[in-house]
């Protein structure tokens, strides 16, 4: 019984490709074949001292048969490398998406003409949850993050949300959205 336990409790912490290779008995440098990696690259991954290229993540989950997921992939890494981990903890988000909703309906309302449609009344909610999930990805796979990262994962976002409630808008006014939005995000509060 307290063996199972130990046992139990390391598979919690292993990481989702060594528990699969070790479930399926599959040596790693076969595996590393089928994915056309090196087996120096898998022990890197599984270590967390290397995310994998978007192109082999893909990879390895099409070959465990998404047994693996493609966030699983990304959560253990430590290497600041082609593929960038966060320099965050895993629990917490690299932007703040209850200040970014607040931020969002302000820029939504101040770009909006009065005579136009008002935004749906969750479209900042779930705005500020595109642009988190926006600006993860994009921080996963390159080392630029920041007012930068925020305001490029601000604007489609924008324009998506406000091409339902005005039709098309000058891409001036998008990229004076997405500044505006970042410079009341980052200040104090």
Known sequence: MILRHREARRNVSMHPLKQYLQEVDEPIQDFARRVGASRQ??????????????????????????????????KRSRQQGEVVAMNISADAPPVDQARLKIVLAVVINHLLPNHQQNPPQDAAEVGAEAVVNTYIALSTVTSRQGPDRLRQALRPVLEEILRECSGRLPSSCLDRGAELATQLYYQTP
């Open 41 to 74: 690259t898998l022990y890197r991954i599984i270590m967390g001292r290397q995310a994998p290229k978007p192109a082999l993540a893909r990879r390895i989950v099409e070959a465990t048969g998404s047994a693996v997921a493609f966030e699983a992939l990304y």
